[in-house]
């Protein structure tokens, strides 16, 4: 679709809040960031993301997370799953998480975002440190067995074009902030890993 390869109108200019960012994390009571968690499908991305949501919300934390489906629900529903429309997602969502660590709030995503480019780009948008990626590090094998929906079966056979691990690459990071193994750390290593990332940064609230 290339939404973001559109003219800007010289009509557009960017109005300048007279309430900061800083303001609304002092409100808040805790600082904003984004937290992308990034792995193939299957790998535990989204389980992950809302369990550490549910822990942060538990210690007062503002927060809400991006699921790739059900943006696709949504604020993409137009796109496709092709190369160009799967890095137009991306960009879509990189914006949509800036407006919310600009807000005071704690934005995660649950996204297979597979092409290393783009989720670097989405880094770039932020000041340094605010872009925190999670890997979910799994292996397609163990992927394999968590697939409900049958979907790489369906990739295997033909069915699905595209597909990531299959037919389409994935490109893991290669500086993340975070690592799981979550084909061998249980749900609360997971948590527990990421939390005290964040704990070491001086990320919790007090």
Partial sequence: MGGGETDKSPNVVW?????????REKLHGHKSFVLWFTGL?????STLAHAVEQALHDAGVSTF???GDNVRHGLCSDLTFSEDDRKENIR???EMTKLFVEAGVVAMTAFISPFRE????????FPHGDFIEVYCNCSLAVCETRDVKGLYAKARAGLIPNYTGISSPYEAPERAEIE???????????????LGYLAERGLMPA
Avoid: P, Y
């Fill in 41 to 45: 499908s299957g790998s535990g991305k």
């Fill in 118 to 125: 783009e989720r670097e780009r989405v880094r770039s948008l």
């Fill in 92 to 94: 879509r969502i990189g």
């Fill in 15 to 23: 109005h300048k809040s007279t309430v900061t960012r800083e303001r």
């Fill in 65 to 67: 997370v991006f699921d």
């Fill in 180 to 194: 799981v193994a979550t084909d061998s750390q249980t749900l609360d290593e997971s948590i527990a890993l990421v």
